[in-house]
């Protein structure tokens, strides 16, 4: 028998006061809740959420947002905006230390030397060279 239920995706916003998260959802503001740790608010609002909505609990989704100090959720926007910059400049790095690994070889240097212009150990100089096929990994 398929769920035909219409799904609720909501959203809430939550507050530190002292030692607890205070969870107010944004859809419905007279739903609330309070809990110790962020991970449990959003069970805690979603099952609160189904209740005043009097739906099935696996119909509703709910996103919690923490309300940080402006500085700190900046903070940790440019941490995130960095750490995509960080990846995409060490994939590039990769690529161009391998392709001058490669042109160095095609001179008719030694991995050794190879290893030596490239800061490298000869072994890790070959791996450049020679990467292995990616694996997927079982999860």
Not at 14 to 20: C, L, Q, T, W, Y
Not at 25 to 37: E, I
Not at 116 to 136: C, E, F, N, Y
């Amino acid at each position: 028998m398929p769920n035909n239920l219409p799904h609720h995706s909501l959203t809430s916003t939550a507050v530190r006061e002292d030692e607890h998260w205070f969870v107010t959802c944004d859809q419905y503001p007279s739903v609330h809740s309070s809990a110790r740790l962020l991970t449990h608010a959003r069970e805690d609002q979603r099952l609160r959420i189904a209740a005043h909505l009097d739906v099935p609990a696996s119909t509703v989704s709910v996103e919690v947002r923490a309300r940080l100090p402006t500085e700190t959720a900046q903070r940790i926007d440019r941490a995130q905006n960095l750490r995509g910059t960080a990846s995409w400049a060490n994939g590039t790095a990769a690529k161009e230390l391998r392709e001058a690994a490669r042109t160095l070889v095609e001179m008719n240097l030694s991995l050794r030397d190879v290893g030596t212009i490239l800061g490298v150990s000869h072994q890790r100089a070959h791996q450049i060279i020679h990467p292995k096929p990616r694996t997927r990994r079982r999860g």
